[in-house]
């Protein structure tokens, strides 16, 4: 198969690897089976980069012998925008949507009353609960969470 690709389409495609690449690799070894087919189809797409008129973009490192992106890539930053954003998001949804979780499991009495409920309604009433974090973290950011000693 060949796929043509412009230019301008191929720099899009660094951001893309860049931010899949942090993605797969953040919280895994680099050793884990499980991500190497996704490296080595990187480095397929990185060695491409001289041909393309972004050798300045990623730098082979001999010894490893892999590509890696370099500084200057880094100094630019579009791929950190996007993953900035996506963490920054990801944490308000996650503790939002855990906190109501939670909330919920106190309110209908644990898990097992929490399944014998209509799935409908046990959804909307989380939604309902994640609703007024969202609410609270919009207003208050973290200022006004605090952990509760119980004895």
Known sequence: MKVDITKQEFRLL??????????IDSYRDRDDPAIQPYDMLIQKF???????????????????KKYYFSSVYEDIGTDTAFVNDFVDMSFWEELAVRLARRDLLEEVGGEAALEEMEP????????????????????????????????
């Open 14 to 23: 660094l951001d893309m690897l860049s931010v899949a690449g942090w993605i």
């Open 46 to 64: 990185l060695s491409l980069a001289e041909g393309f008129g972004f050798g300045d973009l990623v730098e082979y490192d001999r010894r490893e």
């Open 120 to 151: 409908d309604e046990a959804a909307r009433r989380e939604d309902e609960l994640a609703d007024r974090y969202y609410a609270e973290f919009e207003r208050s950011g973290l200022d006004r969470l605090r952990l509760v000693r119980t004895q």
